[in-house]
């Protein structure tokens, strides 16, 4: 009995290391996740601070990650409905 | 000491239906909200459904939101960073 | 020609009027959204002002939600992860 | 005039290259953000594969963040109002 006491503590005891190991890996991802995340703000607000314009870069970056002719048709579309709305 | 205990629990009861109350009002709100928002997506599935593109009817009211100025400034900002890149 | 022009504005108009109609549901919608947004906001501001927690007042709405087999179960496996965690 | 132009093109070169610049480094940042973000995705499918609950390992971590009287706190306050409403 002690046996399989010491066993079943043994096999809590490595559950729990690997929880925890997952756990930590998780926690220490978050932590970088969290950096670049401010590492990106530092980059806007140098934008700013250079005289730029941080949502209008932001748009540009929307933009950059389309295909050109994916923008174009979007755009021609957005064209079209402001057009029947009056809007242009 | 029963009185005491009888305020308290008296109290108690009051509180107990005050807090009920005002989550059964949060929670009806929530309901509405939810609601609503199967409305909001339901206008804009008619809208597909009609052949109109979703996406650019989002954009059209994001700019429909802006003063016009505001959104020519934004948009001559925008034409400039995509000329200075070479995107244009 | 001037037929042909007069079909096409014709048709443009249509569709501009059932495009506006569209955006002016979508617009309408999104108000009374916002709207509710700042009653929910307002009661938990009002339940705050009595005295409660409007965090855990949010916790109880989430539970509330749930299956009561569901919390259960989910509160036992949060208990032997924070045992396993020393956390208890 | 010739001059001017020229410092003119040329400020606006340098221009032109300072935002791509800042650009490909916002772009370069997310790039890294997303593979974060996938990596944080990865630890959590390889927890699920080993039999643990993404989201009770997702409470955990939220837990630990807090200061442990925090928590206690948070947790007396919550079972005040589950008893009050007859959820305990």
Redesign the interface.
């Known amino acids: 009995m002690g046996d399989e006491r010491g066993e079943g503590m043994g096999g809590?005891q490595v559950?729990?290391d690997?929880?925890?190991l997952?756990?930590e890996?998780?926690?220490r991802?978050?932590e970088?996740?969290k950096g670049?995340?401010e590492?990106?703000k530092d980059?806007?607000a140098?934008?700013k601070g250079?005289g730029?314009?941080p949502?209008?870069?932001k748009?540009?970056?929307a933009?950059?990650k389309k295909k050109r002719e994916q923008y174009q048709e979007?755009q021609s579309?957005?064209e079209v409905?402001?057009q029947?709305?009056g809007?242009l």
């Open positions: 809590g559950a729990a690997e929880l925890r997952l756990i890996r998780a926690e991802l978050e970088e996740k670049i995340s590492d990106i980059v806007f140098e934008a250079r730029y314009d949502k209008s870069i748009t540009v970056m933009i950059r979007e579309i957005l409905y402001m029947a709305l809007m």
